[in-house]
């Protein structure tokens, strides 16, 4: 496969910057807040993540779950989004400097294509249309439109049961010729990154959050943030050869080891 076949190849970019949207992006999960206020409840949710981490449950059964318990006409999802949600403060400036320094943004969410790039043009203004969107998709049911009460479904990106696996995306940027393969890295926060996890150069998990749980349990790299102005940093110094993402990736496991230590 030809490199300029990969949308996120177009500009030849030394390095691609894949990230998830909700509660990474964003201050708050989207499919969450839906789930929490218009259908089955914060308590279920919270279930069905646990069950997907220890596996009693697929990310793709949960999800469904959540999605199928609301009702509300998919407009008013939008615009109550609209009003709710919340942008990470560092991440429009973070995404000023891709954009300056030929770093494409690329989103790998679960949730929905309409939700995200509407959320990300009100957070983050026009200059978010260059941000390369996979997801899920959304349909109306049987007999319906999506903009009546449970008139939507959700259409899941693939027959993976994480419902979009995010590795799939990510593999053929891997799978490219070393000199023109970039160097990857991937930001996220909770059970539907799983299937990205392991597949950059550098991970960065937020910190707190169900991705992180994941981590120390599998032994897979990855550096804690807490806000993209430490992502920015990070890239930054790398983009400018200060540092290496294998000595990123050192730090991040010996200050997770430290920060653990001084709690114990």
């Keep these: 496969m030809g490199s300029y076949t990969l949308p996120a190849m177009q500009t030849n970019p030394n390095f691609i910057f894949f990230t998830d949207f909700d509660g990474t992006i964003t201050l708050s999960d989207s499919n969450d807040f839906l789930t929490d206020n218009l259908g089955h409840g914060q308590k279920l949710r919270k279930q069905g993540n646990q069950d997907v981490l220890t596996d009693k449950m697929s990310f793709r059964d949960s999800f469904q779950g959540m999605m ?6 998919y407009d008013q999802c939008i615009k109550i989004l609209l009003e709710n949600i919340r942008l990470d403060p560092h991440f429009k400036e973070f995404h000023d400097w891709c954009r300056q320094n030929n770093v494409p943004v690329v989103v790998l969410s679960s949730g929905m294509v309409p939700i995200i790039r509407a959320l990300l043009v009100h957070l983050v203004g026009k200059e978010a249309d260059d941000i390369q969107i996979v997801a899920n998709d959304v349909a109306p049911r049987e007999g319906k439109s999506i903009n009546e009460d449970g008139g939507w479904q959700i259409v899941f990106h693939d027959d993976s049961h994480f419902g ?8 053929q940027y891997a799978k490219l010729p ?5 160097t990857m890295f991937y930001a996220g926060d909770g059970v539907s990154d799983l299937s990205a996890a392991k597949e950059t150069d550098l991970l960065f998990a937020k910190k707190g959050h169900d991705l992180v749980t994941y981590c120390v349990r599998e032994n897979v790299p990855f550096t804690e943030f807490e806000s993209w102005s430490s992502i920015l940093a990070t890239v930054k110094e790398i983009v400018a050869g200060k540092t290496t993402v294998k000595q990123v990736s050192a730090q991040g496991a010996e200050d997770f080891k430290k920060g653990n230590e001084l709690k114990n």
């Design 164 to 171: 979009h696996d995010k590795s799939i995306e990510i593999r």
């Design 68 to 73: 199928d318990s609301i009702s509300t006409p």
């Design 178 to 182: 070393g000199d023109v393969r970039p």
